[in-house]
């Protein structure tokens, strides 16, 4: 299965903070899925962290490709097609009428997207 996590349940996996829920911490873990993380987490990490808003995450951004790799996950890039394509999303989970794209589903609360 391939996994896109969202920013928060990256952070929780990489700093093994409880608050991710088991759920998605044994999804991340099976090693027979494909787990990666978007470029845009690293800016909004960073971001928040430099406002003050989550200094939890300071180290980790500091070296977010070299940590998301030690975790073996990939990073999507983001392209101007991928950020015209979110901004004309409406923006509502699944259960909400919204759409994550074609064939993707969201796993209830947990942060984590599966994608085909």
């Known amino acids: 299965?391939?996994?896109?996590?969202?920013?928060?349940?990256?952070?929780?996996w990489v700093l093994d903070d409880a608050r991710l829920s088991v759920t998605a911490r044994n999804?991340?873990?099976?090693?027979?899925?494909?787990v990666v993380a978007s470029a845009v987490s690293a800016f909004e990490m960073a971001t928040k962290h430099r406002l003050g808003k989550?200094?939890?995450?300071?180290?980790?951004?500091?070296?977010?490709?070299?940590?998301?790799a030690a975790?073996?996950?990939?990073?999507?890039?983001v392209t101007a097609d991928h950020a015209v394509l979110a901004g004309s999303?409406?923006?509502e989970p699944p259960e909400a009428g919204g759409e994550?794209?074609?064939?993707?589903c969201d796993v209830?609360?947990?942060?984590v997207v599966v994608a085909p």
């Open 108 to 111: 209830g609360g947990t942060g």
């Open 100 to 104: 994550r794209g074609p064939g993707a």
């Open 27 to 34: 999804l991340v873990a099976d090693p027979s899925n494909r």
């Open 89 to 91: 999303l409406a923006g």
């Open 71 to 77: 975790e073996g996950f990939g990073v999507m890039a």
């Open 1 to 12: 299965m391939n996994l896109l996590l969202d920013t928060h349940a990256l952070a929780w």
């Open 54 to 68: 989550w200094p939890d995450v300071g180290a980790f951004v500091a070296e977010f490709g070299a940590a998301v």
